[in-house]
């Protein structure tokens, strides 16, 4: 069964039609909805970046509070499995970023990372593959949504 794992800029580009550059993503949730066998896994933390993003975007994009909280019940809690870590698997996540040298903002992708590794996705679909390398380098292929789209 594949497990594709769905970074913010997947639901983002998915969810809200910015024209061309949310082509691709929109077809990748369209063919995940419609695949039987699939369940695609999000975290809850690109849960709440969707949210913070979709309610300060330009006004002509912009949800508000109201609608963005429907969007994430609607289209994310109800046709994904929405993850996170739990307390033992944290302290952990904090050991590996000392390890891996991880600081500042990057913490977060790691996170969302670690996050997707620990519940076996077979691919994590981004549309910032620089800020997920290190999946790569533990076996977790990433790609694009026009790369996954490729494979379907």
């Known amino acids: 069964m594949t497990r594709p794992f769905l970074d913010t800029s997947i639901l983002l580009g998915g969810l809200i039609d910015f024209g061309p550059p949310s082509a691709a993503p929109l077809k990748v949730l369209d063919i995940l909805a419609q695949t039987s066998g699939t369940r695609s896994l999000t975290a809850w933390h690109c849960c709440l970046e969707l949210f913070s993003v979709a309610t300060r975007l330009p006004e002509e994009f912009r949800l508000s509070p109201s609608m963005a909280r429907e969007l ?19 302290k952990e ?20 990372g670690q996050i997707a590794l620990l ?9 910032n593959k620089k800020h997920f390398q290190h999946l790569q380098q533990s076996g977790l292929p990433v790609c694009s949504a026009a790369e996954f789209l490729n494979t379907q």
């Open 93 to 112: 996540l904090l050991l590996k970023a000392e390890s891996n040298r991880i600081s500042g903002g990057r913490i977060y992708d790691f996170h969302i």
């Open 119 to 127: 519940h076996q996705a077979t691919v994590f679909v981004t549309e």
């Open 72 to 90: 994430v019940e609607s289209e994310i809690f109800a046709r994904m499995e929405v993850l996170s870590l739990d307390s033992n698997h944290e």
